[in-house]
């Protein structure tokens, strides 16, 4: 009888060394390296980011953190989300080399690279450990698929167009009209 020999599982103090400036994930104890991202990923990085850093600071709600910066969301588990909303009343999951638990908002920006996993692989994990509210933005579609935490499931609430208006359900009073967003 041929048996087989249980896959290594890494933990973050595996990740923590990975070489510095490399952008790595951990899922569920296996390393993985995502590629870069393109140019409309990066405008619509600092189109979203730019705006909710700036009324999350004015708010006096939490931090805004934009890629990379490490979530560890457990021992197995550590990932670099596009952006990130820690609630100021959470304040104390940052530290100075990561966020130790869930933050109230995830934002992964769509690549054709990482799509599959944002909707299934990380939507379970953000949804196991916590995440409110998760955003799915795919540049080319011009649409943010929201997400809400219901129970222990991250469940769409509304997908959002060019033409229309996002609001927060954490960061509340934050609404940015999507043709800022997505002005190419």
Not at 22 to 48: F, N
Not at 113 to 128: C, F, G, I, K, P
Not at 148 to 169: F, I, P, W
């Amino acid at each position: 009888m041929v048996t087989q020999t249980p896959k290594l599982k890494l933990t973050y103090e595996d990740y923590a060394k990975t070489p510095e400036g490399e952008r790595w994930e951990l899922i569920d104890g296996e390393l993985i390296m995502p590629p870069s991202p393109k140019e409309a990923h990066q405008a619509v990085q600092v189109d979203l980011g730019l705006p909710m850093h700036l009324f999350a600071r004015e708010n006096d709600l939490g931090k805004i953190y934009l890629a990379p910066f490490d979530v560890v969301l457990s021992d197995t588990d550590t990932v670099q989300p596009d952006l990130l909303f820690v609630s100021k009343e959470r304040l104390h999951i940052i530290t100075a080399d990561n966020v130790q638990g869930a933050p109230d908002l995830v934002v992964e920006i769509r690549s054709p690279s990482t799509a599959r996993q944002d909707w299934t692989v990380n939507r379970e994990l953000y949804a196991r450990h916590g995440v409110k509210e998760y955003w799915l933005v795919d540049p080319e579609a011009a649409t943010v698929a929201v997400l809400l935490l219901d129970g222990r499931e991250l469940k769409v609430a509304g997908v959002y167009g060019e033409g229309d208006t996002l609001d927060s359900a954490v960061m509340s009073g934050f609404s940015i009209a999507l043709a800022e967003v997505f002005r190419g």
